[in-house]
């Protein structure tokens, strides 16, 4: 607990926190707020955005005059034509009108100058002003008073086309083309320093708040104008206080604060949750994932993220809620945004999207049967982010329009990082020995090669585990608690039986009995034997500590009656050793495993029912229930006889649709107007 305090408040923002919550359209629920000094008042996002599109404007580009390309492409067009005449096949006496032309265009064209335009400054069309540097001399022209090259080349063909003493014109306007290239070229460094110098020029505030001077009255509306002068003070203030403020005096507050939720999430474990307290290896693993958060969030914090609503809140708890419960989950995640709320900007608007969506993400996997689960929660989260978020900006903007999509691009990011929730539980569930529900999902399915060998080396037992898991699922979904649990705890709690499947009557034949051949204490022991047998196994396997229970406990301290009492009735005089005929324990200790315990006796049981009908039925759960609480296997479970008598009604309704009984309407009328 204190290692994780040190570290987190070692990580948190040291600065003081201006003291005072307001939102934009809010009422001001503070006293009348006064300003304590002179402060300049910051200029709004749109006001600076504004200011540098008007300064951009005034900012004109800057083009480089070549005056020399004139003279370099008409000599380089005289020096290539004679080349370029010989294979045209027309008369040499032509050349000079040719020649004289194309040097009249060129010369025509490089004089007026010809310019690539940049897209960069065509806002409002396609022509633009700009600044023509020649010879360290500027003149501002306009794109329009130009050529590009393309106007450059229709002016040529337009004077070929004119001219009758040119017969191969279209000869002569390919080869123009090759000698009209941009004169004034754009000097991308001067302008850019230009506007560089234009925008550190832009003022970030508009006026000044005098001290003594009322910045807003109590119980008065938040409106834009006042809203930036208390976000001009707040800055005014954290500013002053980072350069003057004592440090070690914050520091001891994040400790007390720190210090006070997490003792506030060891009394919640103490009171509620006594086997996670107790447990070390436990505790260790919540501190670390509710550690990592607030670092994360602190790290952000100091790198001044655009919004803190990449970070993945929700992570947390997913990772709770996944590895041990919902209440756990939901408490640490108050917790751990409570404790958030005084480190982050506009803490009223982060503590509501993060404490519905963290309620959210804890009910969409309330009861995790499918992985599609994952993606349909993540997807339930996204939902309400943009809902919450919609709905805040609708009352603090007060105006539809003036929403900016790219703000919702946060939360899609955040839900996208809490994917890796899946990942981590993985790795905490290896480091820390924990079973999740991902992983009692994989165990489910029967498919698995333990499950697999079950059914081929036991059908008989690989059936009755079947049976049981309906039953005992139902149950414990009935009554609350963990079904995947008791579900994959069912299935393998006979396990132990694969070693000699024989032994035990669901695999038996008709007209073969290996216990014919054995001393009632021998059968007793290998009916007992395949309990530790089953632990062997399992740990063979590698299955999890939470499904071993299951086996070590469904039969509890009961004895094996059937061979006991067959030894009485054949040597009354002899004194049995009653610890022969029974099973070493320990007893139920929770919830999952006491109803697996009644799913598992009442199930075998059924299967000697000669006649199933209603009343046979609801006696034998009704004898069978009754005898474990007569011989205590329950006293350490945390189960109560109303959700006992819950289970006997679901076992009777189950059992009764599964040996296809008919209830009799007109004797329960019958029965109920007696």
Known sequence: MLLSVI??????????????????????????????????????????????????????????????????????????????????????????????????ILSHVYNRGIIALTKKFQIDGEHYTFNLVTESVTERKNTAEVYTRETALAYANTIIDDRKAVTEKEWLKSIVGDYIQPNYIYNERLTDKLEADALASISTTRGMVQRGELIVASGSMVNNEVFQKVESLRVAYEEEARIGGDRKVVVVGQFLIVGLVVTLLMVFLYLFRIDVFSNNRLLSLILLVVTGMLVVLSWALKLQLSSLYYIPFCIVPIIIRILFDTRMALNIHLLMVLVSGFFVPNSFEFAFLQVTAGMVSIYSIKTLIKREQFLLSSLIILITYFIAYLGIILIRDGSIADIGYTSFVPFVVSVLLTLLAYPLIYAFERLFGITSDVSLMELTNTNSSLLRELSYKAPGTFQHSLQVANLAEAAIYKIGGNALLVRAGALYHDIGKMQNPQYFIENQTKGYNPHDGLTFEQSAQIIIAHVNKGIDLAHKHQLPESIINFIRTHHGTTRTDFFYNAFIKEFPEKIVDEQEFRYPGPIPFSKETAVLMMADSVEAASRSIKEPDAENISNLVDKIIEGKLAQGQFKNSNITMQEIETIRAIFKRMLMSIYHVRVDYDAKKTKASN
């Open 7 to 104: 570290i987190i408040c070692i990580f948190l923002p040291k600065q003081p926190r201006f003291r005072f919550e307001y939102e934009k359209g809010k009422i001001w629920m503070h006293e009348d707020l006064i300003a304590p000094y002179n402060f300049a008042i910051l200029k709004t996002p749109a006001e600076i955005k504004a200011d540098r599109e008007q300064v951009l404007r005034a900012v004109y580009p800057v083009y480089d005059n070549h005056i020399a390309m004139r003279n370099e492409e008409t000599e380089r067009f005289l020096n290539e034509l004679e080349n370029k005449w010989k294979g045209s096949g027309l008369e040499d006496k032509e050349m000079s009108v040719y020649s004289l032309m194309v040097t009249q």
